[in-house]
Nanobody, 126 residues
Framework: QVQVVESGGGLVQAGGPLRLSCTGSMRPFSNYGWGWFRQAPGKEREFVAA????????YYADSVKGRFTISRDNAKEMVTLQMNSLKPEDTAVYYC???????????????????WGQGTQVTVSS
């Protein structure tokens, strides 16, 4: 059974950094694109960032552009979301998701991802 596991969530003050990591049991790891999504209480899940299976392209929601960076390390089989200049409105449960390299639809659509983690809570205090 394929597993996706996030780590790194927690409580941070506004303006501070936090790094989320994600790994998956699918093989080969390099054949999968990855995305981060988040869901705040009472709100729908929204796209945050994504990186293609090849690592040559990244995508960001306008709300995090310039503050968040997604990257991947195939040797370590890990995807990282570096979050800087955090704001209280970034508070949410963050989910990591994977999709096959053969999926052509846009990376911002959660329905194109076949594997999801359980989520990790990020809380930004003001």
């Amino acid at each position: 059974q394929v597993q996706v596991v996030e780590s790194g969530g927690g409580l941070v003050q506004a303006g501070g950094p936090l790094r989320l990591s994600c790994t998956g049991s699918m093989r080969p790891f390099s054949n999968y694109g990855w995305g981060w999504f988040r869901q705040a209480p009472g709100k729908e899940r929204e796209f945050v960032a994504a990186i293609t299976w090849s690592g040559d392209s990244t995508y960001y929601a306008d709300s995090v552009k310039g503050r968040f960076t997604i990257s991947r390390d195939n040797a370590k089989e890990m995807v990282t979301l570096q979050m800087n200049s955090l704001k209280p409105e970034d508070t949410a449960v963050y989910y990591c998701a994977a999709r096959s390299r053969y999926v052509r639809a846009g990376y911002s659509s959660g329905s194109t991802y076949g594997f999801w983690g359980q989520g990790t809570q990020v809380t930004v205090s003001s």
